[in-house]
């Protein structure tokens, strides 16, 4: 399927899933449709199920009951259709490899040590720092780099095998606040250049709330998707959350959520 043709297909189809781990349900009754080409948050309280809805859509954990379907297919069907981000993304990389090596790892994993690469492995490669903005620092080892640069590398690895979707796990946690506006404005220039479907699991959603598209919350043990403007109200967050939020808009139209 061409990316063309996945823009006409839903990008996640849940319906009446359930998440199960070690016997225990995490979450359960999961029906809703996330439009392809959308960006995307998944929020919920710490320990709401949300890294586990994200191993679901790898296919790394089967589901639990129900279908879940990933562009109309099953989940790990077709792993070049989704590039993720993980937490602490240095660490999982080996922090001694240079960020041209890493973005490597994206397009054939552990064997780029072993084998020869290609000319057109090396433009993906390449292709894919340039997107980022990240050519400068290309043949840096990754333990050289600031956390915002590593971030752009682990997006260009994302990004090198020319995915449908890119899931992003707190992309800006133990980032500066300039180092957030930047993957941020990254983040929404590569979603309008590549049409790509953008899903990313946030702690704190006000960095987001200017490119956010819509939402899966976990709420009561089931989650749920809506647009933005349906999900970042008062009643709802504080719901979500357990503490009270406060939704302010400014006079320019910009939503800020914020605890009172």
């Avoid at 296919?59 to 989940?75: A, S």
């Avoid at 890119?166 to 979603?191: C, F, G, M, Y």
């Amino acid at each position: 399927m061409s990316r063309s043709d996945s823009v006409a297909v839903a990008a996640l189809t849940f319906h009446d899933v359930s998440a199960v781990r070690g016997g225990r349900v995490i979450w359960s009754q999961g029906t809703f449709e996330v439009p392809a080409g959308d960006i995307v948050a998944v929020i919920g309280a710490n320990g709401a199920g949300k890294t586990t809805m994200l191993q679901m859509i790898l296919g790394l954990i089967p589901v639990g009951h129900g279908e879940l379907r990933v562009f109309g297919r099953r989940p790990g069907t077709d792993r070049d259709r989704i590039g993720y981000v993980p937490q602490n993304y240095a660490e999982s990389a080996g922090e001694a490899i240079r960020a041209r090596d890493a973005v490597l790892l994206g397009l054939n994993g552990g064997r780029w040590a072993f084998s020869r690469t290609s000319e057109a492995d090396r433009r993906r490669v390449d292709g894919a720092l340039a997107a980022v903005d990240a050519g400068s620092f290309a043949d840096d080892r990754l333990a050289t780099l600031s956390g915002g640069q590593r971030q752009r590398v682990a997006i260009a690895e994302a990004l090198v095998s020319q995915p449908d979707m890119i899931i992003l796990d707190e992309p800006l946690a133990s980032l500066d606040l300039r180092s957030q506006h930047e993957i941020v404005t990254l983040l929404k220039d590569l979603h309008r250049e590549l049409s790509v479907t953008v899903v990313v699991v946030a702690h704190d959603l006000n960095p987001f709330l200017p490119i956010l598209d819509g939402a899966i919350y976990l709420l009561d043990g089931h989650p749920h998707y809506a647009g933005v403007n349906d999900v970042i109200e008062d009643e709802l967050l504080t719901h979500l959350y357990g503490t009270p939020i406060q939704v302010v808009r400014t006079p320019q139209g910009d939503l800020f959520a914020r605890s009172v």
